[in-house]
């Protein structure tokens, strides 16, 4: 009887493991965004088709989209559309004042890089990783303030923070 139960037992896991990922679309809460980045890296690269993108912002920290609010809308050209990957939160993001920004070079259709503040009162990084494909994208990042900051020690505004963009039509001029 013991070995019957966990028999059931090993089954109902077996059966229910990994269930939360399954039919998940990429770029959904249930995906891990490291496992996206990497898939995402060996994909023959597309190019964001232009037209009207639908932006949304999730996290609370010091990252502002540039219409002040937690959704926006974005136009891009032909050109626009191909420029998005090498530097996405210069499109999507207000600018910050004596930060730089460094971007890695784009693999596949993966991309990532940080905002780096070094000469504020309390430096600043936005690092980030995101993933696109011909009509969406993905950002997702981390706010840190100063060097003191660890898992028991956080600044006002620092944390996880997501941008997602979706393709919803052409655009109007």
């Known amino acids: 009887m013991r070995l019957r139960i ?3 037992v090993w089954a109902v896991t077996m059966a229910l493991g990994g269930c939360s990922e399954i039919g998940s ?3 959904s809460e249930a995906s891990d965004p490291k496992v996206a980045f990497d898939a995402a890296s060996l994909e023959t690269p597309v190019s964001l088709t232009a037209g009207r993108y639908e932006i949304s912002l999730g996290g609370g920290t010091l990252v502002e989209l540039k219409s002040r609010s937690r959704t926006a809308e974005m136009c891009l050209n032909s050109y626009d559309a191909t420029q998005f990957p ?3 939160l210069s499109w ?3 600018p910050w004042e004596t930060c730089s920004t460094e ?3 784009a693999t596949g259709n993966a991309m990532s890089g940080a905002r780096v503040c070094r000469e504020r009162k309390m430096p600043m990084t936005a690092s980030y990783t995101g993933t696109h494909n011909a009509d969406s994208f993905r ?4 706010v840190k ?3 003191d900051e660890n898992a028991s020690v956080m600044h006002l505004g620092s944390g ?4 997602a963009g979706k393709r919803v039509g052409d655009c109007s001029l």
């Open 6 to 8: 966990l028999g059931l």
């Open 160 to 163: 996880n923070f997501t941008i």
């Open 145 to 147: 303030q100063s060097d």
């Open 139 to 142: 950002i997702d990042g981390v």
């Open 92 to 94: 999507t993001v207000e």
């Open 86 to 88: 090498k530097d996405p």
């Open 25 to 27: 679309p990429p770029g």
């Open 103 to 105: 971007v890695n070079p």
